[in-house]
């Protein structure tokens, strides 16, 4: 007989042995992958407050200023009483104000200003710029696959032992100058914290978070095998827990009939005819407004296991993905056209993190005539079809498959560099394999 999986006894456990290693196992380091939607803001969190109940003092490190604010925002809703420092960049608005109506969040410029609190958050960059004579015992570094090794090594000096959260298939760390002439050296800065760190401590434990609680069932398998082969993840809601109903029948359009599929599916793929495009291609754009407008016009009511009521699906819990930033403004222009103006509208490395209902997606190579390494980048395409509680509806030019056939790999070989897997030529087929199951096709 087939034992039955259970997601909320499996995260459970997952968690039990992070927070066991974190606190009691004698490494440096703990390695967490999770993917998405998996809870790792609630780990973080979690193992915060134990480190700190432990009477073990806290530094935390995150990537940017709103997840650090977030993460303190959630720090005080789980213990109210637990004295919090945000140590912040000497800014204008350095902050979330919404930490000034918080009594145990103390907030300075100053790390000395925040000595002896029990757990103290920033961002990397500010983190790099502070001195101590004695290091904490503990650090969490959130969104570690975000981070340069380079930026990790800024930081290394002020804890004894970390535990490292992060999602591996997102994107890369950003880098604005080339990096070559590191490539296939153990400490290229411009490498994953994780990877680096690993490169060099291969004995640490290895942790991963085995549910995603955003993606739903008809979403997970295709992200998993896609993106994540050799960490795999399972939804932890069945197939009949979340449902997409609209108020208004279809008008029979190309985009009421995807908007329709991907509401039975969970996918939806409007393929417009095949053509070489401008990178903001007018029909390409025209047709993710329309999918847009219609999805808030026809009264979307979502479903889920977070409420026995249907929710309204309103433009706050719709967003659009696009690959370049002039793409995600031709977007906002061509909604602010029919007059829709609170739908989030932005691209993969601003839309980590970030959940939503529905989303519509620019794919990152329709109309294109050729396949470059930045819209083949695996973690692009992975955070514009994870983003999703309910449904995601893809956009796209035809012959898309043909290109990336027709596309030969030029990157240079390296020796010594860590084979990115899986590689973005196959989880672009992979995606456009599944997707071609729920394809409509439309000629505006």
């Known amino acids: 007989m087939t034992a039955v999986f259970d997601p909320g006894a499996a ?12 606190l009691h196992g004698t490494h440096r380091g703990v390695v967490v992958d999770s993917p998405p939607g998996a809870g790792k803001s609630t780990l973080v969190v979690r193992a915060a407050l134990e480190l700190a109940e432990a009477g073990r003092p806290l530094m935390v490190v995150a990537q940017t200023n709103a997840q650090v604010d977030d993460l303190v925002l959630r720090l005080a809703e789980k213990n109210p009483d637990l004295p ?54 503990h650090a969490i570094v959130d969104e570690a696959y975000q981070m340069r090794s380079d930026a990790l090594l800024a930081v290394a000096g002020l804890f004894e032992r970390a535990l490292f959260v992060g999602d591996p298939g ?30 060099h401590n291969p004995e640490l434990p290895q942790h991963r978070l085995p549910v995603s609680w955003r993606l739903p ?28 109903t609209f108020a208004v029948p279809s008008d029979g359009s190309g985009p009421d009939r995807v908007i329709d599929e991907a509401a039975e599916s969970g996918w939806g793929l409007l393929e417009l005819p095949a053509r070489h495009t401008p990178r903001t291609d007018p029909e390409a754009v025209s047709a993710v407004a329309a999918v847009v407008r219609r999805l808030l016009d026809r009264g979307g009511a979502a479903t889920s296991e977070r409420s026995p009521d249907p929710a309204p699906l309103t433009a706050e819990r719709v967003a659009v993905g696009t690959a370049h930033r002039d793409q ?76 990336l056939d027709d596309y030969p790999s030029t990157e240079p070989v390296q020796l010594g560099t860590v084979v990115k897997f899986p590689d973005g030529w196959e989880a672009n087929h992979a995606v456009l394999a599944r997707l071609a199951e729920h394809r409509v096709p439309w000629r505006p």
């Open 11 to 22: 995260a459970a456990q997952a968690t039990d042995a992070i927070l066991a290693d974190t």
């Open 217 to 244: 069932a008809s979403a997970a398998p295709l992200v998993s095998d896609a993106f994540y082969p050799y960490t795999p993840f399972r939804s932890g809601t069945g197939h009949d827990d979340r449902r997409l």
């Open 84 to 137: 919090v420092g945000r140590l912040h960049s000497s800014d204008a608005d350095p902050y979330d104000k919404a930490l000034d109506g918080l009594p145990n969040v103390r907030k300075s410029a100053k790390a000395a200003d925040l000595t002896g609190l029990p757990v103290t958050l920033s961002t990397a960059a500010k983190w790099a710029h502070v001195k101590v004579d004695e290091p904490w015992r």
């Open 328 to 403: 995600a403004a031709a977007v906002r222009a061509a909604l602010a056209d029919l007059g829709v103006h609170d739908v989030t509208v932005d691209t993969a490395n601003r839309l980590q993190g970030r959940e939503y209902d529905v989303t519509v997606v620019l794919h990152p190579l329709s109309g294109r005539p050729d396949a470059t390494a930045f819209h083949l980048e695996t973690g692009r395409l992975c955070v514009l079809a994870s983003r999703h509680r309910h449904a995601c509806i893809m956009i796209c030019r035809a012959g898309v498959s043909d290109l």
């Open 170 to 199: 997102q994107l890369d760390p950003f880098a604005i100058v080339g990096s070559d002439q590191w490539a296939g050296l153990s400490y290229d800065p411009s490498g994953s914290a994780v990877t680096t760190l690993l490169a």
